[in-house]
Antibody, heavy 121, light 106 residues
Framework: QVQLQESGPGLVTPSQTLSLTCSVS??????????WSWIRHLPGKGLEWIGY???????FYSPSLKRRLTISVDTSNNQFSLKLSSVTAADTGVYYC?????????????WGRGTMVTVSS | DVQMTQSPSSLSASVGDRVTITCRAS??????LNWYQHKPGKAPKLLIH???SLQSGVPSRFSGSGSGTEFTLTISSLQPEDCATYYC????????FGPGTKVHLK
């Protein structure tokens, strides 16, 4: 049973970089049919897709966040990471990592429990 | 980019009621449409993929239909544990979620 677990600071100072890691257990991140994704839920708003990476290192970003975003993969440690620069209070929310499954029309079929990130001085 | 809308934005129903949520895409997305259930403090849960395929382990009272630009999620007999926000999501090109529909008990 594949499981995902987010980790990283819960508090980030405005204008700094938000950094999160997602650890994959129970399966290999290097499987070819999966894309490893970040999604967030901002207070009072809906779900927002952030971006995803393939095990090869290819990345695909939301156009609205692309300028500030870096997603990377570490196959040796079965992890992938998110870096969002120049954060503001508007980036406060719950950040989820999720597996996008090419075998079920690219749906997000497995999710981490989410981690709350607050941007505040 | 494909934009998604959902209606209604919220609804109130009684236990046992049939509940229908509609999702519309700004252009045709074939059947590249998925539905999720999101409860406060929990991770979203995939219910339906490819517009009408029930994800393993999801109760059969959930069903999906549609293709092209209009899709529906139906709960045939609402249960108390179904109170949540429901999101559609397309996987046709750049990904996007709909704005969500909050379902609560009357």
């Amino acid at each position: 049973q594949v499981q995902l677990q987010e980790s990283g600071p819960g508090l980030v100072t405005p204008s700094q970089t938000l950094s999160l890691t997602c650890s994959v257990s129970g399966g290999s991140l290097s499987s070819g049919v999966y894309y490893w994704s970040w999604i967030r839920h901002l207070p009072g708003k809906g779900l927002e897709w952030i971006g995803y990476t393939y095990y090869s290192g290819s990345t695909f970003y939301s156009p609205s966040l692309k300028r500030r975003l870096t997603i990377s993969v570490d196959t040796s440690n079965n992890q992938f990471s998110l870096k969002l620069s120049s954060v503001t209070a508007a980036d406060t929310g719950v950040y989820y990592c999720a597996r996008r499954n090419g075998e079920v029309t690219d749906a997000f079929d497995i999710w981490g429990r989410g981690t709350m990130v607050t941007v505040s001085s | 980019d494909v934009q998604m809308t959902q209606s209604p934005s919220s609804l109130s129903a009684s236990v046992g009621d049939r509940v229908t949520i509609t999702c519309r895409a700004s252009q045709t997305i074939n059947i590249y449409l998925n539905w999720y259930q999101h409860k406060p403090g929990k991770a979203p849960k995939l219910l339906i993929h490819a517009a009408s395929s029930l994800q393993s382990g999801v109760p059969s009272r959930f069903s999906g239909s549609g293709s092209g630009t209009e899709f529906t999620l139906t709960i045939s007999s609402l249960q108390p544990e179904d109170c949540a926000t429901y999101y559609c999501q397309h996987s046709y090109s750049t990904l996007a979620f709909g704005p969500g529909t909050k379902v609560h008990l009357k």
